[in-house]
């Protein structure tokens, strides 16, 4: 059907497309995933006593708290050149040297490595 025989079916103007951020990921929880194998030498198998309670106590701070309280206490600077599976991977750690390493993907922190003493990244 020639367009010119189409009938009219509103008069109002497109509006500028603009984007929205429909939901703010960083105020959902913070959920620590392992969905793949640990990264050698970053493994629990290779965690000291030590390195087993700062997991732990990791955890047990983070239950609970949204992304961005997490961010707060524990985010530390990335490492742009850190890339997994075409993710920007992500550094947590606490004052004691403990890191944790992962990447967000569908609203969960999938962890890669376990690093107790940072040995991984050290600046």
């Known amino acids: 059907m020639p367009e010119s025989t189409l009938k009219k079916l509103t008069t109002v103007q ?4 603009e ?4 939901t703010n990921v960083s105020d959902d929880a913070f ?8 990264q050698n030498k970053y493994e ?7 390195g087993i309670r700062s997991f ?3 955890v047990r701070k983070c239950a609970g708290r949204r992304i961005t309280e997490v961010d707060k206490l524990y985010l530390r600077k990335p490492d742009k050149n850190d890339i997994y599976n075409s993710y920007q991977v992500q550094h947590y750690g606490t004052s004691d040297g403990f890191r944790i390493h992962g ?4 609203g969960l922190f999938h962890v890669i490595r376990v690093d107790p003493n940072h040995k991984k990244h050290r600046e």
Request: charged residues 15%; proline residues 0%; hydrophobic residues 50%.
């Open 14 to 17: 497109q509006a500028a497309v």
């Open 19 to 22: 984007g929205a951020v429909l």
């Open 31 to 38: 959920w620590i995933c392992i969905s793949h194998r640990l």
């Open 44 to 50: 629990f198998c290779d965690l000291k006593q030590r």
């Open 56 to 58: 732990n106590d990791f």
């Open 103 to 106: 990447y967000f993907a569908n």
